[in-house]
Structure formats: structure tokens, C-alpha cells
């Protein structure tokens, strides 16, 4: 069964920092998309950043400088680095894999709250 856990969520405080983690597992990394959403109580989800199997880098404008996307194709792992964090952050993030024009596999998600 294919499977993406996310995990690295937590509380921290305005201007602090998270890695989240995304470990694929039944499938390989290499060869597909991979997005980072995050939904915020009552508001849509969003997408916040993405990694393409040719690397190619995407970020949305609200978190561009500020996070960063990667990923370690010997874990089999992708990476959300969210540096300055904003209390406007807080969501609960998902990542999920791209096939064609959908993502059809999801984490269950990590919460992340941001707040003093």
C-alpha cells in the first residue's frame, strides 16, 4: 500500500523554526511530484510548495524566502524547512504525491502551530 507520513509538526513560537518530514514508502521518490499543502481552521487548503522529480522548485508567494523544499532520495523522504514563522502558518500540513494531473495519495497530516 502506498503510503506518505508526514511528521516534525509542533508549537513554536513567532520567528522559530520547523522541518517537516514527508517518508514515502511502496513507492519511489524519484520518480514522482510531490506537494506540500497546509489547511487552516476554516480556511481552503492551500498548496505551499513543491518538488518535481527533476527537482524543479515551486513555493507559494506567502511562503517564498521563508521555506524551502527538498528532498533525500536515499531516505526516500521530502523535506518542508519553515524558517520565521509566522502565527499565520499555523495550519495542518500535508504532503501528497502528483500523478498526471492529481494528487492521488495523502499524508494524514502534522499540525503546526505558531503562537507565543
Known amino acids: 500500500q502506498v503510503q506518505l507520513v508526514e511528521s516534525g509538526g509542533g508549537l513554536v513560537n513567532p520567528g522559530g523554526s520547523l522541518r517537516l518530514s514527508c517518508a514515502a514508502s511502496?513507492?519511489?521518490?524519484?520518480?514522482?511530484?510531490i506537494g506540500w499543502f497546509r489547511q487552516a481552521p476554516g480556511k481552503e487548503r492551500e498548496g505551499v510548495s513543491y518538488?518535481?522529480?527533476?527537482?524543479?522548485?515551486y513555493s507559494a508567494a506567502s511562503v517564498k524566502g521563508r521555506f524551502t523544499i527538498s528532498s533525500d532520495s536515499a531516505k526516500n523522504t521530502v523535506y518542508l524547512q519553515m524558517n520565521s514563522l509566522k502565527p499565520e502558518d499555523t495550519a495542518v500540513y500535508y504532503c501528497?504525491?502528483?500523478?498526471?494531473?492529481?494528487?492521488?495519495?495523502w499524508g494524514q497530516g502534522t499540525q503546526v502551530t505558531v503562537s507565543s
Open positions: 501528497a504525491r502528483r500523478f498526471g494531473t492529481t494528487y492521488d495519495y
Open positions: 511502496r513507492f519511489t521518490l524519484d520518480y514522482y511530484n
Open positions: 518538488i518535481s522529480f527533476t527537482d524543479d522548485l
